[in-house]
């Protein structure tokens, strides 16, 4: 019954590559986010995409770029990864854009 | 944008008593108001939820209180018992979710 699904779930690399992190809804809902928390547990909002639209990109470097193939769907391409983006990174889905939203697992990322 | 400010970042108590988280939001226009229960490695998760239209919702030993004039919002949970034990984040929303920093409850059994 997997309803908000990421991966990998860890993700171990070293400064300078690039990285991919994938999610997958199947609740059908119109809205996927992305999140980043970092060590002191602060979650804080990267990307919104409402119906493959990005409709909120808070202050991220644009090494960070988000992709909506489809409304299911909501990627998360990294390049020339530091060592700051060592990081829980956490997709979530919504209905809407102000309703409950429903988290993935998490990808635990690691820049060595 | 929405700032919103939680209190305490981290809260002990005995099995058994009371525990209340609180925070605070700055754009007026906020109507959706969640809790989230968050588990050591796990995923945070809606645990209840008050929109501005209401000013106090309880699920079993759960409870939020919402004061939309004072702009603060709080979470009750009574009876605590150690899987309790998690941090909390409160979000205040809009347009967007502004979560806030987080609460760490200990329960002591």
């Known amino acids: 019954d997997t309803a908000v699904s990421q991966t990998p779930k860890y993700l171990v690399t070293q400064m300078g590559n690039d990285k991919s992190i994938k999610c997958e809804q199947n609740?059908?809902?119109?809205?996927m986010y992305w999140y980043k928390q970092d060590s002191k547990k602060f979650l804080k909002i990267m990307f919104s995409y409402n119906n493959k639209e990005l409709i909120i990109n808070e202050t991220v470097p644009n090494r960070f770029s988000p992709k909506s193939p489809d409304k299911a769907h909501l990627n998360l391409h990294i390049n020339s990864l530091e060592l700051g983006d060592s990081a829980v990174y956490f997709c979530?889905?919504?209905?809407?854009?102000?309703?409950?939203?429903?988290f993935g697992p998490g990808t635990r990322l690691l820049v060595l | 944008g929405e700032n919103v400010e939680q209190h305490p970042s981290t809260l002990s108590v005995q099995e058994g008593d009371s525990a209340v988280i609180k925070c605070t939001y700055s754009d007026s226009a906020s109507n959706y108001f969640p809790w989230y229960k968050q588990e050591l490695g796990k995923r945070p998760q809606l645990i209840i939820d008050i929109r501005s239209n209401v000013g106090e919702k309880k699920d079993q030993r759960i409870a939020v209180t919402l004061n939309k004039t004072a702009k603060h919002f709080s979470l009750h949970i009574t009876e605590t018992q150690p899987e309790d034990s998690a941090v909390y984040f409160c979000a205040a929303s809009f347009l967007q979710f502004y979560f806030g920093t987080g609460t760490s409850l200990t329960v002591i059994p």
């Open positions: 979530a889905s919504s209905p809407g854009l102000v309703e409950t939203q429903y």
């Open positions: 609740l059908g809902h119109d809205t």
